[in-house]
């Protein structure tokens, strides 16, 4: 049956609502309409965190603390979740991550504090080890500019000295189970909002639209919003259909939901491919990773889309959906800059990457300014099969170079069947060098990204022989 409003806690406190602009920002709700202005507003496009909350979902029966950008994540795809902002994890004392902030002198000007304190909050929540990579990791999107992070890691380092103060969250749990989960349609201004739990009930609507916004992670698509003022006027989020959220693993592929989060798919990676997975560490934030999509990935159809070289390198199969259910290489997706093979009233409903050869070399390779939360200037990957020197198979496909993520194929062709000699990569470089004709833009020029595609062959080169290469990235 189909509900015309949605539900969900904001903190404690049971939230029916329908009458809200349906491109509404979790953050305006909040400050605007809320008054819980404990939440800031830096940017409004996901980069500094000072916007963190922290929503709790039911996962097999047990609540997962995910930290998320309110700037960017819309209102209604809060439904059947528990938000949890600043103003609610105190309550008589500090909660131990405000009182560690406190005793480790973690803020100065207090501007990005609440945006730390909750993505701290969420590490704790879920129980993580404060080791350095896993602060790094929960902290990678909370950008401070007076403290300086060691104070605020040593924070993190900290709290196993302070008595946990976390209250019983058995309460939530009985709350939240009992907001069904409905297909929900909601209307303002002549805009539609829709949530789906499933495909067929999805496709009903999906296909009848006019001009329909597919909504995951909203980390693309709400900047359309919050930075070009548009107004999405159908928007079907997909965040909650259970078709489109999962993970298998069966007759040698994997096989994942467009719309699973980057997060839920990262234990299946380090299995099989253990480089894809390392990339995502430097793939935006932690707040980022926890609701963005391959789909979205996919469907932005950015020319610097870090996922989308490596998928294409591991020959990855997209399953589109619509009137009709079709497959298509990823090599064949993209035809121009943002633009792709999906048809009208289509979808990416699923990605297969086949599990190829245990002995292929596999790397992948991001160039960016920053490590964390940076966007590529060039991205490389690599996957070969080589036997007895000789490189049997050779895959590059490279991200930032043209308008498309595109194949080194000119490259590909002078190496495959070639010994891997400095000679033979030395002659690569130049052929590689040749083959791109990339832009001038505020990510790097055109001498820049021809110059790091040519160097990151020698540091194929240097890492197949084992020698110690210097990495600023990971
Ligand atoms: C701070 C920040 C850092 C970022 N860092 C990176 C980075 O390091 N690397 C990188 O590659 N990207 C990065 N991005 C871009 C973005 O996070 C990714 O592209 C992400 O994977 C998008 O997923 P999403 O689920 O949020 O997509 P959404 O924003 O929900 O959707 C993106 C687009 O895809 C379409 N779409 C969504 N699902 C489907 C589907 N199933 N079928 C067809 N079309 C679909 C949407 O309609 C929309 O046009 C960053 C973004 C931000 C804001
Ligand atoms: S306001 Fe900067 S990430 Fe949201
Ligand atoms: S304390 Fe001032 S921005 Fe972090």
Same mark, same amino acid.
Not at 90 to 98: G, N, T
Not at 461 to 473: A, L, M, Q, S
């Given at each position: 049956?189909?509900?015309?409003?949605?539900?969900?806690?904001?903190?404690?406190?049971?939230?029916?609502?329908?009458? !809200?602009?349906?491109?509404?920002?979790?953050? &305006?709700?909040?400050?605007?309409?809320?008054?819980?202005?404990?939440?800031?507003?830096?940017?409004?496009? %996901?980069?500094? %965190?000072?916007?963190?909350?922290?929503?709790? &979902?039911?996962?097999?029966?047990?609540?997962?603390?995910?930290?998320?950008?309110?700037?960017?994540?819309?209102?209604?795809?809060?439904?059947?979740?528990?938000?949890?902002?600043?103003?609610?994890?105190? +309550?008589?004392?500090?909660?131990?991550?405000?009182?560690?902030?406190?005793?480790?002198?973690?803020?100065?000007?207090?501007?990005?504090?609440?945006?730390?304190?909750?993505?701290?909050?969420?590490?704790?929540?879920?129980?993580?080890?404060?080791?350095?990579?896993?602060?790094?990791?929960?902290?990678?999107?909370?950008?401070?500019?007076?403290?300086?992070?060691?104070?605020?890691?040593?924070?993190?380092?900290?709290?196993?000295?302070?008595?946990?103060?976390?209250?019983?969250? /058995?309460?939530?749990? =009985?709350?939240?189970?009992?907001?069904?989960? =409905?297909?929900?349609?909601? #209307?303002?201004?002549? +805009?539609?909002?829709?949530?789906?739990?499933?495909?067929?009930?999805?496709?009903?609507? $999906?296909?009848?639209?006019?001009?329909? /916004?597919?909504?995951?992670?909203?980390?693309?698509?709400?900047?359309?919003?919050?930075?070009?003022?548009?107004?999405?006027?159908?928007? $079907?989020?997909?965040?909650?259909?259970?078709?489109?959220?999962?993970?298998?693993?069966?007759?040698?592929?994997?096989?994942?939901? !467009?719309?699973?989060?980057?997060?839920?798919?990262?234990?299946?990676?380090?299995?099989? #491919?253990? !480089?894809?997975?390392?990339?995502?560490?430097?793939? %935006?934030? &932690?707040?980022?990773?926890?609701?963005?999509?391959?789909?979205?990935?996919?469907? +932005?159809?950015?020319p610097i889309g870090d996922s989308l070289p490596v998928l294409i390198s591991l020959d990855a199969t997209l399953v589109l959906d619509g009137l009709k259910s079709r =497959?298509?290489?990823?090599?064949? *997706? $993209?035809?121009?800059?943002?633009?792709?093979?999906?048809?009208?009233?289509?979808?990416?409903? @699923?990605?297969?990457?086949?599990?190829?050869?245990?002995?292929?070399?596999?790397?992948?390779?991001?160039?960016?300014?920053?490590?964390?939360?940076?966007?590529?200037?060039? $991205?490389?990957?690599?996957?070969? %099969?080589?036997?007895?020197?000789?490189?049997?198979?050779?895959?590059?496909?490279?991200?930032?170079?043209?308008?498309?993520?595109?194949?080194?194929? !000119?490259?590909?062709? *002078?190496?495959?069947?070639?010994?891997?000699? *400095?000679?033979?990569?030395?002659?690569?470089?130049?052929?590689?060098?040749?083959?791109?004709?990339?832009?001038?833009?505020?990510?790097?020029?055109?001498?820049?990204?021809?110059?790091?595609?040519?160097?990151?062959?020698?540091?194929?080169?240097? @890492?197949?022989?084992?020698?110690?290469?210097?990495?600023?990235?990971?």
């Amino acid at each position: 049956m189909l509900s015309s409003s949605i539900e969900f806690l904001l903190n404690n406190e049971l939230i029916t609502i329908n009458d !809200a602009n349906t491109n509404t920002t979790v953050l &305006e709700y909040l400050r605007n309409y809320k008054n819980l202005k404990g939440t800031k507003e830096g940017c409004a496009s %996901g980069d500094c %965190g000072a916007c963190t909350a922290v929503i709790a &979902e039911m996962k097999n029966n047990k609540l997962k603390y995910k930290s998320i950008n309110t700037c960017i994540t819309l209102l209604y795809s809060l439904h059947s979740k528990q938000l949890l902002t600043v103003e609610y994890i105190e +309550s008589k004392y500090l909660h131990p991550v405000q009182q560690s902030m406190v005793d480790n002198d973690g803020a100065q000007c207090g501007f990005c504090t609440p945006g730390f304190i909750m993505s701290m909050y969420a590490m704790h929540k879920n129980k993580i080890r404060p080791t350095d990579s896993n602060i790094n990791r929960y902290l990678s999107g909370n950008l401070c500019r007076c403290t300086g992070y060691r104070p605020i890691k040593e924070s993190l380092k900290n709290l196993k000295k302070y008595k946990n103060l976390d209250s019983d969250t /058995s309460k939530v749990f =009985k709350k939240l189970k009992k907001i069904k989960l =409905k297909d929900v349609v909601l #209307y303002n201004d002549g +805009s539609k909002f829709y949530i789906h739990q499933n495909l067929k009930s999805f496709k009903k609507d $999906f296909l009848k639209s006019k001009n329909p /916004s597919l909504l995951v992670g909203g980390t693309d698509i709400s900047l359309d919003i919050t930075k070009k003022r548009m107004n999405l006027n159908e928007i $079907f989020y997909l965040g909650q259909n259970k078709d489109l959220n999962y993970v298998r693993v069966k007759n040698n592929n994997i096989h994942i939901g !467009a719309a699973t989060p980057i997060n839920d798919i990262l234990g299946t990676l380090k299995k099989y #491919y253990p !480089a894809f997975y390392k990339m995502f560490e430097r793939y %935006g934030s &932690e707040q980022i990773r926890n609701v963005a999509s391959l789909g979205g990935n996919i469907g +932005s159809a950015s020319p610097i889309g870090d996922s989308l070289p490596v998928l294409i390198s591991l020959d990855a199969t997209l399953v589109l959906d619509g009137l009709k259910s079709r =497959k298509i290489e990823m090599s064949d *997706y $993209f035809v121009g800059y943002r633009q792709t093979k999906l048809r009208k009233n289509e979808f990416i409903k @699923e990605i297969i990457i086949p599990l190829k050869s245990k002995n292929n070399i596999h790397k992948c390779y991001k160039i960016s300014k920053r490590i964390d939360d940076d966007i590529s200037s060039v $991205f490389m990957a690599i996957n070969t %099969g080589i036997k007895n020197s000789t490189i049997k198979s050779i895959k590059i496909v490279c991200g930032g170079m043209s308008a498309t993520p595109k194949i080194a194929k !000119a490259t590909e062709k *002078y190496l495959k069947n070639k010994k891997i000699t *400095y000679e033979n990569i030395s002659k690569a470089k130049l052929i590689i060098s040749k083959e791109f004709s990339p832009l001038s833009d505020v990510r790097g020029s055109k001498n820049y990204r021809t110059k790091i595609v040519s160097n990151l062959l020698d540091r194929f080169w240097n @890492e197949y022989n084992n020698k110690k290469v210097t990495v600023y990235d990971f």
